[in-house]
């Protein structure tokens, strides 16, 4: 028997414009010389095949097509249940992790308030079935602490107590009080500590105190985060644990997943690359251009997109990992593949985009940051323990209130008037801008100011407008997502109403008329009703908290250990470094940099803005009175910037053209016998010749000669 079918690429015939235009992209020089490959109805496939005879065309379109549907039974391309992983016991362990963390802090007797809290979590954790994925989360931080490398948390995890307890996060999010470390003495209740949870403010915001029992310093703690945003009012919201680990670790928690679940069952989550407006854009430029074809800017914005959304390549997540069950195999949900079909990548990823398999299986959010290899790097170089480091040094909040603290003027350095260069979430021109109009006082201060900078449409147009208005202030304005459901039930709204009134502002949906009503009779401000309504994202505050422990943390070494601070920086941070413009002295780093201000905005280059961000930090340590040293061929390393005699030595990888993979063989090389020559340090380093011209010019090679070759001058 004969089944008609179509070879079917696009809908409509009208369609096949696109077609051309993405194959012309492509570089196919017959794209337009395509067959008419569009999806045809029944009545159009029967004209095709009129050859063949009104019965017989009815037979092969509309008949056998059918007999072939009607033997296959319905089947789903994807999973229909639910298959988390499973650890063994991983409800007890949770529990019993928790409450040794929690006698570890609180003492044997512990605070109803801690009780309270702990139980309310672990019971709807565990009764619906997700303390496994706290027990991954858990085993994955302790090994990359026990390989050194703090674990920064993002999203709502933070809002977890039996998160912290259970060591995922730092992030304690209980009301601000007091705990001794030496008796247990505990105050959450005392008239000062209230003042302070009242504004929702952090533990260490309070002053310095000593415990009334034993005359022992009191620890500061809490950050006041209520647990719904992470797990919902009824506890059943299916919990999103991602993570920050160090990108120099983030390989081996990847690998380390597979040694919790048996190899097989870890994947990297498959993605789909798909073509982008300004990409379209240009192909349709490029597809009329070569045809010599005039089209109206309207008539080419359409072409355009036809063609943006479609499939370009598949890639991979960047730290997605699917977890498959044991008693299942991966083939059970979707094929694998290696990413852009590279068969020699070693990187197996799943065939479906990840988000089509996501509600089957597990998928680990492992993802790679700068702030925790900053964090060692820094714990390396100074013997500092980073989790000892206070968060109410003064001298560390001077810096988001000008230059003083780094002994410099803003005047030395292009006139910038903080001294937050380079602290991660407050270094930014935008960031730094809302600290001269925010004026922070306190760590509170900045976790409001890091929810406001990552929101849309929170601060510009919104918070802002309200602080120069004088409607609001720092402590008053809607900052992160949290901030509304707590505020709400304190004005005596219900409390699951303030909560499904907290997902639809941060999720950008705004205001229902009768939660405007609701809110009103409660005597919230008109001011505050509108601002909810203009927000398009919010950022939760256990992720702001986090961040900005991290660069809170950073920004002391920055006041105390500078040049750690800055070796760190331009080894970790820094997207961009010229030896030549940054390590030849103050004056032709600021002539540099005068160059690239100076160019006009179309004509500067991505590259030297990247540069001139790097250059305001370099042109800060100069200002300090640091400096760096010359490259020595036989010290410098191939990515790490060294201290040395009280100066930064830069790596081989700062010298313009030089490769990563020329900078790893220049450093190996260098470990062996001297160089003999400038082609003899070529042809071990495998360094580019321009590159070794270059530090010759810069005179990095000393009296090398050219060549081992011998020479004889006769007279």
């Known amino acids: ?149 703090l674990v920064g948390s993002r999203g709502s995890v933070g809002s977890s107590f039996a998160a912290t307890m259970s060591g995922i996060t730092e992030v304690n999010p209980l009301p601000a009080h007091y705990i001794c470390p030496e008796c247990y003495y505990v105050d959450f209740d005392s008239p000062e500590v209230k003042k302070y949870a009242r504004m929702g403010m952090s533990g260490c915001d309070m002053p310095d105190a000593v415990c009334p029992k034993c005359g022992a310093k009191l620890n500061k703690e809490g950050h006041d985060i209520p647990f719904e945003t992470f797990l919902g009012f009824k506890g059943d919201k299916e919990p999103d644990i991602d993570l920050n680990f160090s990108g120099e670790y983030q390989s081996k928690a990847h690998a380390y997943v597979e040694v919790i679940f048996g190899k097989g069952k870890a994947y990297r989550a498959g993605t789909i690359g798909t073509l982008a407006e300004k990409t379209a854009y240009g192909y349709v430029l490029k597809y009329l251009e070569e045809r010599e074809i005039s089209k109206r800017k309207c008539e080419i914005e359409r072409l355009a997109k036809g063609c943006t959304g479609v499939k370009r390549t598949t890639g991979q997540h960047p730290g997605g990992i699917i977890v498959v069950p044991h008693d299942k195999e991966i083939y059970d949900f979707t094929a694998v593949q290696r990413p852009a079909n590279d068969v020699r990548s070693p990187i197996i990823t799943t065939h479906y985009e990840y988000h089509s398999i996501d509600s089957n299986l597990l998928k680990l959010d492992i993802l790679g940051h700068d702030d925790p290899s900053m964090i060692r790097r820094l714990e390396d170089l100074t013997g500092v323990n980073a989790q000892n480091i206070p968060l109410d040094d003064k001298s560390v909040m001077s810096l988001f209130h000008g230059t003083e603290v780094l002994g410099i003027t803003p005047e030395q350095i292009g006139g910038t008037k903080l001294g937050s260069l380079g602290i991660p979430e407050f270094g930014t021109d935008f960031v730094i801008q809302m600290l001269l109009d925010t004026n922070p006082q306190s760590f509170s201060d900045l976790v409001r100011i890091s929810g406001l900078s990552h929101g849309t449409d929170v601060w510009l147009g919104n918070a802002q407008k ?169 010290r410098a390393k191939a990515k790490d910037f060294q201290i040395i005699d009280g100066k930064i030595m830069p790596p081989y990888s700062a010298i313009d053209g030089m490769g990563e993979k020329a900078a790893k063989e220049a450093a190996e090389a260098s470990k062996g016998e001297p160089f003999t020559s400038m082609e003899n340090f070529r042809d071990r380093t495998k360094a580019p010749k321009s590159v070794v011209d270059k530090m010759k010019e810069l005179g990095l090679m000393g009296d090398l000669e050219e060549s081992d070759q011998l020479s004889f001058n006769f007279l």
């Open 466 to 634: 309200l602080i120069e208005e004088g409607d609001a202030t720092i402590s008053t304005s809607i900052c992160t997502r949290d901030d509304i459901m707590v505020y709400l039930i304190n004005q005596g709204l219900d409390e699951a109403l303030s909560f499904t009134i907290m997902e639809s502002v941060r999720k950008g949906k705004g205001l229902k008329p009768e939660q405007e009503e609701a809110m009103r009779e409660k005597d919230v401000p008109e001011w505050y009703i509108w601002s909810c309504k203009q927000i398009k994202y919010m950022f939760p505050k256990a992720h702001a908290v986090a961040y900005v422990m991290m660069a809170w943390r950073i920004a002391w070494f920055k006041v105390f250990h500078p040049l750690a601070y800055y070796a760190a920086y331009f080894s970790i941070r820094a997207k961009a470094f010229s030896y030549e413009d940054m390590c030849m002295g103050k004056e032709k780093l600021n002539n540099r940099m005068k160059e690239i201000q100076n160019t006009p905005k179309f004509e500067v280059k991505n590259a030297d803005l990247d540069l001139l961000r790097e250059m305001k930090i370099a042109d800060e340590m100069y200002a300090r009175g640091f400096e760096f040293m010359p490259l020595d061929i036989y």
């Open 1 to 149: 028997p004969v089944a008609a079918t179509c070879d079917v690429h696009f809908l409509d015939p009208d369609d096949s414009i696109y077609r051309a235009i993405l194959m012309a992209g492509k570089g196919f020089k017959d794209a337009d010389s395509q067959p008419p490959l569009y999806f045809r109805t029944t009545e159009e496939m029967l004209h095709e095949f009129e050859y063949l005879g009104s019965d017989k065309a009815r037979e092969v379109v509309i008949t056998n097509p059918n007999k072939i549907s009607d033997q296959i039974e319905n089947i789903s391309p994807i999973h229909p249940d639910k298959c988390p992983p499973v650890i063994e016991n991983s409800d007890r362990d949770l529990r019993d992790i928790c409450y040794k963390k929690a006698h570890d802090i609180y003492g044997p007797n512990l605070p109803d308030i801690v009780t309270t809290r702990l139980d309310k979590e672990l019971n709807s954790i565990i009764g619906n079935g997700y303390a496994v994925m706290y027990i991954i989360a858990q085993k994955l931080v302790w090994d990359s602490l026990d390989h050194g490398y």
